[in-house]
């Protein structure tokens, strides 16, 4: 089941693009301007919308951080924002001066890509935010492009219709004529894949066009055998010119848009429609999945934004199905463990977590010692912020896996304390939840129910203590 939670109508014009980081969305439109939401509660970040762009603004992505934002324009510019505080970080000019039609950063954020409607490509270095390498596709407008999971290659589509994979150091490797009309948008899935004839491991990727096509391409790219790609299917359902396609973060599902107005979600396994959505009132230009979170973005001709989530029960985008109660983490995967690591605001720590291949066993093994020599994090701040969120995931199997007595649990909660406190009405509280009782102008007893005479909160070291030897007779 997919709900409609959130419609966002601030954009005064058709909306081209929409992005997502691991706490943010980003859309652009027509209007020359970005607009910037907090992925929680979908309210406008202080500093947006982020205005710069003299003409439309075709294209927006975060940097695999969230750290910065992308956006370009017709104006022939790709301007790099800071998503801190909104500051303009540069304005990197497209060497022909052709309206940007796309941007794209690789996932170390080594490097951004900016396609324009000459046919030119550029590789800009972001570190010195200076031209890399260029090249120009053969036929066309460069429309549409998207980075291999590994940085090691890129694809761009064309208007002329052709996919044309890049190395990096912009060397053409592979050109196929996929769309006979046109590509209008590409995305290769994060997710490896085996297709059963070879060991290798092949990176999905779908393009989409002006033939109302989907395909389904495997790439294979070795330093031995260079660049193979097939053709696997085609995904049938829209009755127009598709205009935008996504992964899941998990390569379970793809969305598409269409001129047709609809919107629809397929199970890339099988290629079957798993759900159609129609509440767009013209045509669906954009589509993206939030990397973490059940949640979808649809974006329209109609000027609105749409959010969508899934059902928690559906295989979807980042989805845990609440780790802590239903699936053991010693179980959790990978990307378990990344959404769990969003979840407790620590998403820079995502990529650093997937190369060190840490899943939930090795997540629940981690020490000062591993963070320090291993995973390499210097901060000491951020290394005891890791650890203490490791430990509440430890005392949370606990409460699941054993009965806890119950003066040891907190009656507003009903979680294990960490820091109890004694209130004037004698009772026992986890220190913060009473915290919040008392900030929320209640002065009641939450036991009694009768009027505290005093809002002192004194600690209770014994039941603390007490607490602390129950813990460790659990962990042996």
Not at 289 to 295: D, E, K
Request: include cysteine; hydrophobic fraction near 35%; glycine fraction near 6%.
């Amino acid at each position: 089941m997919v709900t409609l939670i959130h419609t966002s109508a601030d954009h005064n014009d058709d909306v081209n693009c929409c992005a997502f980081s691991s706490s943010c969305l980003a859309t652009c439109s027509l209007d020359k301007t970005i607009r910037v939401y907090c992925l929680k509660n979908f309210t406008e970040l202080p500093y947006s919308p982020l205005k710069g762009h003299t003409y439309a603004v075709h294209c927006c992505c975060f940097s695999p951080s969230g750290h910065v934002l992308a956006s370009c324009s017709t104006d022939g510019t790709t301007m790099v924002w800071s998503t801190g505080d909104g500051r303009m970080l540069a304005v990197l000019e497209q060497p022909s001066g052709s309206p940007v039609r796309v941007c794209r950063f690789s996932p170390e954020s080594m490097y951004l890509v900016s396609g324009a409607a000459d046919g030119s490509a550029v590789l800009w270095n972001m570190q010195s935010l200076k031209l890399y390498r260029s090249g120009n596709v053969k036929d066309g407008s460069l429309v549409a492009c998207a980075f291999s999971p590994n940085g090691n290659f890129f694809v761009t589509g064309s208007s002329g219709g052709d996919l044309t994979i890049w190395d990096d150091k912009m060397r053409c490797l592979y050109n196929e004529k996929a769309h006979d009309l046109g590509v209008t948008c590409c995305d290769i899935s994060s997710q490896p894949i085996s297709d059963g004839e070879h060991e290798f491991r092949y990176f999905q990727m779908a393009s989409c066009g002006q033939d109302n096509q989907i395909k389904l391409w495997l790439i294979l790219f070795t330093d031995f055998l260079g660049v193979e790609l097939k053709y696997k299917c085609t995904l049938n359902g829209h009755s127009a010119p598709v205009l935008a396609c996504a992964f899941s973060n998990d390569g379970q599902m793809l969305v598409s848009g269409s001129v047709d107005k609809c919107v629809i979600i397929y199970e890339t396994s099988t290629g079957n429609i798993l759900h159609t959505l129609s509440q767009h009132t013209r045509y669906v230009t954009t589509c993206a999945f939030a990397p973490y979170s059940p949640i979808l973005a649809t974006g329209s001709m109609d000027k609105t934004v749409n959010i969508w989530q899934f059902d928690l029960k559906e295989p979807c985008a980042g989805d845990i199905v609440e780790n802590e109660s239903k699936l053991a983490v010693e179980d959790w995967s990978e990307d378990d463990v990344s959404a769990w690591l969003c979840e407790q605001d620590l998403a820079d720590f995502v990529r650093l977590f997937k190369m060190n291949n840490i899943d939930g066993k090795e997540l629940l093994n981690l020490t000062k010692e591993s963070l320090t020599n291993e995973l390499k994090i210097e901060s000491l701040g951020l290394r005891s912020k890791v650890l203490q969120k490791i430990e509440e995931l430890r005392m949370k199997m606990i409460s699941v896996s054993v009965t806890i007595p119950d003066e040891f649990l907190c009656p507003i909660t009903r979680e294990l304390m960490k820091d109890p406190v004694i209130a004037a009405d004698g009772y026992s509280y986890e220190k913060e939840a009473m915290e919040n009782w008392l900030s929320s102008k209640r002065r009641s007893s939450p036991m009694t129910n009768l009027p505290l005479p005093s809002p002192i909160l004194t600690p209770n070291r014994t039941l603390k203590m007490a607490i602390s030897r129950w813990l460790e007779t659990q962990q042996k």
